[in-house]
């Protein structure tokens, strides 16, 4: 999967799909576009209004802020997804999430969310569905 399908999977298809699995290309190109946007909107933010003393005075704050907005659902969907492709539940992402907000433990719910996102996913079918790479891939071995 491509840089432009895998936004357009995410955006389109599955901007809110938190059932079946994806593959790394998938999230990593997502990844990609979503950091690639937010530096674009920052940047321009910042050259317009270097000594600017409030942020909302700067439409392109304002637009960033929308866009975050907008995305932040397609990027929970996705994350959720990766874990499936890992034959791991999405309440883990909730449960390394709410761990986050304890001190000094961030660093290890970070670490391992990321582990879990460069991990390649389980071959062939799994409980959450099949492989993302291989769809004709069957999980009986003397089928």
């Known amino acids: 999967m491509g840089f432009t399908e895998a936004v357009r999977t995410v955006l389109t298809r599955k901007y809110a799909t938190f059932s ?23 940047f321009v933010s910042f050259l317009l209004t270097p000594n600017s003393a409030s942020s909302l005075s700067n439409p392109f704050s304002v637009i960033g802020g929308l866009i975050s907005l907008a995305l932040i659902l397609p990027q929970i969907a996705l994350q959720v997804r990766r874990f499936h492709d890992r034959n791991i539940s ?11 907000f304890i001190p000094f433990v961030i660093f290890i719910s970070v670490l391992v969310i990321f ?3 460069v991990l390649p996913g389980t071959e062939g079918p799994n409980k959450f569905g099949q492989d993302p790479l291989r769809p004709e891939a069957r999980a009986e071995v003397f089928a």
Do not use: K, M, T
Not at 90 to 100: F, H, K, P, S
């Open 20 to 42: 079946g699995r994806a593959s790394r290309s998938e999230y990593w190109w997502f990844q990609l576009f979503n950091w690639g946007l937010g530096v674009a909107l920052w």
């Open 90 to 100: 999405g309440w883990w992402y909730l449960g390394l999430i709410v761990a986050c």
């Open 115 to 117: 582990v879990i996102s």
